[in-house]
């Protein structure tokens, strides 16, 4: 009991303000991303990023196009997210090891729990980020084989070239899903990578983590939106 009465009271009552702003001003301009992304997602990189992601995968599957391979453009993408995961793991179990260190459990304790959680949690969704891409990579270039009849010796001998079509779609829409969903994913990694870093600036001040988040949400706002006026 008097561990816990000590963390409540270890930061006085203006830096349990900075940090209570501080968490409010990020939670608040991310359901304000998300309700754009929703309203008008044609201002917002997320969503702008999945339409043209969605137009890429149509046209690599399109009859007669050019011989892309989607992996070797993932390629940079696939990089970042694996390196992401492995540092975000390592930093993780570094955190973790400080954590139990902690002769009591005050505040500090559970400010080191907090980052560790964040981090795993962050390189739990690269990680998944990694599989999707490598699995879109592999259904798209499938459908395209099957498309130009790279394939024929495993189809059946008199498959139409209408069940073909409709097998290519089926894939389409397969690499399409895989696609969105590791770009959410690596998009809200990096988020829950930002906030592990707000944190960690909550341990040293409350008010460098408020001076800090409001610039994190100034800076960020601008890199969330496309830059060329669009109508949503």
């Given at each position: 009991m008097n561990n816990t009465s000590s963390t409540l009271t270890t930061f006085s009552k203006a830096e349990w303000g900075y940090s209570i702003a501080a968490a409010a001003l990020f939670f608040i301009y991310h359901i304000i991303w998300i309700i754009e992304n929703k309203c008008c997602p044609k201002r917002v990189n997320l969503t702008?990023?999945?339409?043209?992601?969605?137009?890429?995968?149509?046209f690599l599957l399109k009859e007669h196009s050019k011989s892309i391979?989607?992996?070797?453009?993932?390629?940079?993408?696939?990089?970042?997210?694996?390196?992401?995961?492995?540092?975000?793991m390592t930093v993780g179990f570094f955190i973790t090891s400080?954590?139990?260190?902690?002769?009591?459990?005050?505040?500090?304790?559970?400010?080191?729990?907090?980052?560790?959680?964040?981090?795993?949690?962050?390189?739990?969704?690269?990680?998944?980020?990694?599989?999707?891409l490598a699995r879109s990579g592999y259904v798209v270039y499938n459908g395209r084989e099957e498309y130009e009849g790279h394939d024929l010796e495993e189809q059946p001998p008199r498959a139409s070239l209408e069940r073909q079509r409709k097998e290519v779609k089926r894939k389409r829409r397969v690499a399409v899903?895989?696609?969105?969903?590791?770009?959410?994913?690596?998009?809200i990694g990096l988020r829950v990578v930002y906030l592990s870093l707000l944190v960690a600036s909550?341990?040293?001040?409350?008010?460098?983590?408020?001076?800090?988040?409001f610039i994190f949400v100034i800076v960020t706002y601008f890199q969330d939106h496309v830059i060329v006026s669009l109508k949503c």
């Amino acid at each position: 009991m008097n561990n816990t009465s000590s963390t409540l009271t270890t930061f006085s009552k203006a830096e349990w303000g900075y940090s209570i702003a501080a968490a409010a001003l990020f939670f608040i301009y991310h359901i304000i991303w998300i309700i754009e992304n929703k309203c008008c997602p044609k201002r917002v990189n997320l969503t702008y990023d999945l339409y043209t992601r969605t137009k890429w995968i149509k046209f690599l599957l399109k009859e007669h196009s050019k011989s892309i391979l989607i992996v070797q453009t993932n390629r940079n993408l696939i990089t970042g997210a694996a390196i992401l995961a492995t540092a975000t793991m390592t930093v993780g179990f570094f955190i973790t090891s400080l954590a139990i260190d902690q002769t009591t459990r005050d505040l500090r304790y559970h400010q080191y729990l907090v980052m560790s959680l964040l981090l795993f949690t962050g390189f739990y969704l690269f990680a998944i980020t990694v599989v999707k891409l490598a699995r879109s990579g592999y259904v798209v270039y499938n459908g395209r084989e099957e498309y130009e009849g790279h394939d024929l010796e495993e189809q059946p001998p008199r498959a139409s070239l209408e069940r073909q079509r409709k097998e290519v779609k089926r894939k389409r829409r397969v690499a399409v899903n895989l696609l969105r969903s590791a770009t959410i994913h690596f998009s809200i990694g990096l988020r829950v990578v930002y906030l592990s870093l707000l944190v960690a600036s909550w341990v040293f001040s409350p008010l460098a983590c408020f001076v800090i988040t409001f610039i994190f949400v100034i800076v960020t706002y601008f890199q969330d939106h496309v830059i060329v006026s669009l109508k949503c």
